[in-house]
């Protein structure tokens, strides 16, 4: 299973280009010294893997090391909050998600000002996210699941990568879409949300494509929907959800950016 992200390379290396104009007369080349890239989720999830394979490419563009730091915690606020607050000189970017746009909604005291404490230097991807269960799960379809949430409302449980993200307001909006109840259970991060959902602590995740896909080829999660319009290229024997439940789409994205003030 391959989804094609826009790993805009070209994009981050005029970002580097204006960041060592704008060092003045000293004609400092950018970069000189290690980019710490912020990845506000614990490892092993999506966001972390589309990140470390912008840093290879970065890292050989550029010439220099691309540090991936995980920050993971409060929904992504914590790592981002430590980007809003880093010094705005191109040494230290965030991988932004879905999260990113739907936090100020969510959290009525946010440490930062979204709109202005940030640049945008590049969209990387987008990409559907996928409603997974165990492989051995009695659900083998997107009806399969409405059924039992009917059946037993509150009962059925689904992971997210945290408060605020694609997996979370996709549970969301399938449960309203539905008219069903289940349970949220949100993690520091996608890896250990797959970590439970593997050992039968959760029942399910609308993980997003980057996440889930190894375990879904791996044959260790099955594939019930995905969560764009229409079927995926790269799904084609995947319904869509709102094939079962009109309306529904969810979509999922991924951006860098750095702190408020980086020349670009």
Same mark, same amino acid.
């Given at each position: 299973?391959?989804?094609?992200?826009?790993?805009?390379?070209?994009?981050?290396?005029?970002?580097?280009?204006?960041?060592?104009?704008?060092?003045?007369?000293?004609?400092?080349?950018?970069?000189?010294?290690?980019?710490?890239?912020?990845?506000?989720?614990?490892?092993?999830?999506?966001?972390?893997?589309?990140?470390?394979?912008?840093?290879? $490419?970065?890292?050989?563009?550029? $010439?220099? &090391?691309?540090?991936?730091?995980?920050?993971?915690?409060?929904?992504?606020?914590?790592?981002?909050?430590?980007?809003?607050?880093?010094?705005?000189?191109?040494? &230290?970017?965030?991988?932004?998600?879905?999260?990113?746009?739907?936090?100020?909604?969510?959290?009525?005291?946010?440490?930062?000002?979204? +709109?202005?404490?940030?640049?945008?230097?590049?969209?990387?991807?987008?990409?559907?996210?996928?409603?997974?269960?165990?492989?051995?799960?009695?659900?083998?379809?997107?009806?399969?699941?409405? +059924?039992?949430?009917?059946?037993?409302?509150?009962?059925?449980?689904?992971?997210?990568?945290?408060?605020?993200?694609?997996?979370?307001?996709?549970?969301?909006?399938?449960?309203?879409?539905?008219?069903?109840?289940?349970?949220?259970?949100?993690y520091r991060g996608a890896g250990p949300a797959i970590t439970d959902l593997l050992g039968g602590q959760?029942?399910?995740?609308?993980? &997003?494509?980057?996440?889930?896909?190894?375990?879904?080829?791996?044959?260790?999660?099955?594939?019930?929907?995905?969560?764009?319009?229409?079927?995926s290229p790269a799904l084609k024997d995947i319904p869509t959800i709102a094939e079962s439940v009109p309306?529904?789409?969810?979509?999922?994205?991924?951006?860098?950016?750095?702190?408020? $003030?980086?020349?670009?």
């Open positions: 299973m391959h989804f094609r992200f826009r790993f805009n390379i070209a994009r981050v290396i005029a970002f580097a280009a204006a960041a060592s104009l704008a060092a003045g007369a000293a004609l400092a080349a950018y970069p000189d010294k290690p980019i710490r890239l912020v990845v506000p989720f614990a490892a092993g999830g999506g966001t972390d893997l589309i990140a470390r394979t912008l840093g290879a $490419g970065m890292s050989k563009e550029l $010439g220099q &090391t691309i540090i991936v730091d995980n920050k993971p915690g409060a929904g992504t606020i914590i790592g981002t909050d430590a980007v809003a607050k880093s010094a705005p000189d191109g040494y &230290t970017l965030v991988m932004a998600s879905f999260a990113h746009a739907v936090n100020p909604s969510l959290q009525p005291k946010l440490p930062f000002d979204t +709109e202005k404490a940030f640049t945008p230097v590049a969209l990387i991807g987008r990409g559907p996210n996928i409603l997974v269960v165990r492989a051995d799960s009695p659900f083998k379809t997107v009806k399969d699941v409405i +059924e039992a949430a009917k059946a037993k409302p509150g009962k059925l449980t689904y992971a997210s990568q945290g408060n605020g993200t694609s997996a979370h307001l996709a549970g969301e909006m399938f449960a309203n879409l539905a008219k069903v109840q289940m349970i949220h259970v949100p959760v029942d399910m995740i609308f993980g &997003t494509a980057a996440a889930v896909s190894t375990f879904v080829d791996s044959g260790k999660l099955r594939a019930l929907g995905v969560t764009t319009p229409q079927r309306g529904y789409v969810v979509e999922s994205w991924y951006g860098l950016y750095a702190p408020a $003030g980086t020349p670009m």
